[in-house]
Nanobody, 130 residues
Framework: QVQLVESGGGLVQAGGSLRLSCAASGRSFSSYDMGWFRQAPGKEREFVAA???????????DYAGSVKGRFTISRDNNKNTVYLQMSSLKPEDTAVYYC????????????????????WGQGTQVTVSS
């Protein structure tokens, strides 16, 4: 069982930056695929970024087109934590941001659908004012 706790959300002006953190409990964090999703009011949960275990100590990352070049996902396996650095924030980035985890399978593709992740955090609110 993996428990995830997000932090770092808040209110920021357009053009500003925030860094979200997701602390994971449990063992073997380094072999888990980790993802960030977001959900705005009245909308479905959508993929933001993921960092996938590709075997050994290697990982690959990918992003939704709407955040590519502005957001960066990273992980610190010593701290069992995954981060989402968000820059050049826009009002349309306003949403509840969720961290997700699933056991990594190196031969599988990167996971970008909510149903592909077994574990979820409670979410953290990000509000970007114009």
């Amino acid at each position: 069982q993996v428990q995830l706790v997000e932090s770092g959300g808040g209110l920021v002006q357009a053009g500003g930056s925030l860094r979200l953190s997701c602390a994971a409990s449990g063992r073997s964090f380094s072999s888990y695929d980790m993802g960030w999703f977001r959900q705005a009011p009245g909308k479905e949960r959508e993929f933001v970024a993921a960092i996938k275990w590709t075997g050994g100590r290697t990982y690959s990352a990918d992003y939704a087109g709407s955040v590519k070049g502005r957001f960066t996902i990273s992980r610190d396996n010593n701290k069992n934590t995954v981060y989402l650095q968000m820059s050049s924030l826009k009002p349309e980035d306003t949403a509840v941001y969720y961290c997700a985890a699933d056991l990594g399978r190196p031969t599988y593709g990167l996971k970008s659908l909510p149903g592909e992740y077994a574990y979820w955090g409670q979410g953290t609110q990000v509000t970007v004012s114009s």
